[in-house]
């Protein structure tokens, strides 16, 4: 029996017919590069050109932000090597949502799926489109509407993925290839126009609101910035080789994004003090304007654009694979199964966009978006304990790869967000009161939603 056979048979699933009797099925056609491109296209967004002067502004001192942005890399590898195990061994459309519910049933299942789809990624995905919009309309020189040209690209995603998955992968594929072309430009004028600004004692500044809520702030940032490699695993039934492509494109994407932004922070601090970091909402302007003068402003639009659009793609990419799993194991509305020729889950895709495009359209996001740190936190640490219940449950399933040091590297990896939970609660109550709101919201829908489908399934 091959691999896949194996990874399907173990989550009992069924072949899914549409009305005509076609067989619809997601198209196995991805390698490892295709995957690599996907983890640093979703991973590497607008957060690298927006936090690096707010964490420098919260920690004052250029080692202590490499630090964190060194920890945070180290972190995210901890995490990617965890995921990279569980990936190979349930290589499930849907990714982490598959692995909560083979660990802890279908109502944490419904909970971790659901909460993918409805906060995380269509928050994220509407905060993208917006900025998209504003960034053209900046390009524009002020000619337009941010939230027409936001429109305007999620409609042109939309069609791009009705396409289907070869489609949406050459645009993932050219475009994070765009993307980190645009930040080896950036990358190159903070070392070539820089003068070691920040390489004296000098330099360093103490943060304003005291050491401990800075380093909670700044890690929350540095959070922010790297998350995202996990997504990568909504799409892991399409992978040729999940067992051997899944680690690879997790572990390889995420050491060249942690490279990728060592090496922007070393720039951006070789060509400016913290101080005046922190005193800028766009560090890559500032330091472009070294070379280009007035014209920063619109080359710094020109990497945004390119960076926000690879970022948004897998939005639409993605996104549609969850709701799919969700329907295929009974916990959401059969639709949702449905397949068309090209390999895109049609009904998932149509959600994806009515979310995305009416949170953009609203604002309401705004507000919410603040929360999805915590969130994400308490959702992924989840998913992480995972592969402690089925290592002891499932002793002899095969596994592709396992994780090395095991249990010291998943425990590490859990501890580290339970600190940081533990952080931003007693350093933000408020927000943690809020993203406990959300999260009970969700867990409460979902329990009611498993027991409803229970009581159908035994009348």
Not at 92 to 117: I, L, P, Q, S, T
Not at 118 to 128: E, I, P, Q
Not at 145 to 167: D, E, K, N, T, Y
Not at 190 to 217: E, H, N, T, Y
């Amino acid at each position: 029996m091959d691999e896949k056979n194996v990874a399907l048979d173990s989550l009992d699933v069924t072949r899914i017919e549409d009305s005509a009797g076609t067989r619809a099925e997601l198209h196995r056609i991805l390698g490892p590069l295709d995957g690599l491109a996907i983890v640093v296209g979703v991973v590497v967004g607008a957060g690298i050109l927006r936090t690096p002067g707010l964490i420098a502004g919260y920690l004052g001192d250029p080692l202590l932000i490499l630090g964190v942005w060194l920890l945070g890399g180290i972190s995210t590898a901890l995490t990617a090597l965890v995921l990279a195990e569980l990936g190979a061994m349930i290589p499930a459309a849907g990714g982490k949502y598959a692995y909560v519910r083979h660990a802890y049933g279908d109502a944490a299942g419904c909970f971790a799926g659901w909460g993918e789809v409805l906060l995380n990624r269509s928050f994220t995905g509407a905060l993208k489109a917006v900025l998209i919009g504003q960034y053209a309309v900046m390009l524009a020189g002020g000619r337009g509407s941010p939230r027409v040209v936001a429109a305007a690209v999620m409609v042109a995603f939309l069609f791009l993925h009705l396409r289907g998955i070869r489609a949406g992968r050459a645009f993932q594929n050219a475009s994070t290839i765009l993307k980190v072309g645009l930040l080896a430009v950036l990358v190159g004028a903070g070392f070539l126009w820089g003068g070691g600004a920040s390489w004296s004692s000098a330099a360093a500044a103490p943060p304003g609101q005291g050491l401990l809520l800075g380093v909670a702030l700044a890690l929350q940032s540095v959070f922010f910035t790297y998350y995202g490699a996990e997504a990568s695993l909504q799409v892991s039934e399409e992978l040729r080789e999940p067992g051997r492509s899944v680690p690879l494109m997790l572990l390889l994407g995420v050491a060249v994004v942690t490279l990728l932004y060592l090496l922007i922070n070393v720039a951006f601090l070789n060509a400016l003090t913290p101080a005046s970091m922190a005193g800028s909402q766009l560090v890559a302007r500032d330091v472009l304007a070294m070379v280009l003068g007035e014209w920063s402003g619109v080359a710094v639009a020109v990497v945004a654009l390119g960076i926000l659009i690879s970022s948004l793609n897998y939005n639409f990419f993605g996104t549609p694979r969850v709701p799919y799993g969700l329907a295929r194991d009974g916990l959401a509305p059969r639709a949702f199964t449905r397949v068309n020729a090209a390999g895109t889950p049609t009904v998932g895709l149509y959600l994806t966009f009515t979310l995305i495009f009416v949170l953009a359209a609203s604002g309401t996001f705004e507000l919410l978006i603040r929360f999805m740190s915590f969130l994400t936190l308490v959702v992924d640490g989840l998913v992480l304990t995972t592969v402690f219940v089925l290592r002891r449950r499932e002793s002899t399933r095969p596994r592709p790869f396992r994780v090395p040091f095991y249990p010291l590297v998943p425990a590490i990896a859990v501890a580290f967000y339970a600190a940081l939970i533990v952080l931003i609660g007693v350093t933000q109550p408020r927000l943690a009161l809020g993203g406990t709101a959300l999260l009970a919201a969700v867990a409460v829908s979902a329990w009611i939603a498993t027991r409803q489908r229970a009581a159908i399934t035994r009348s």
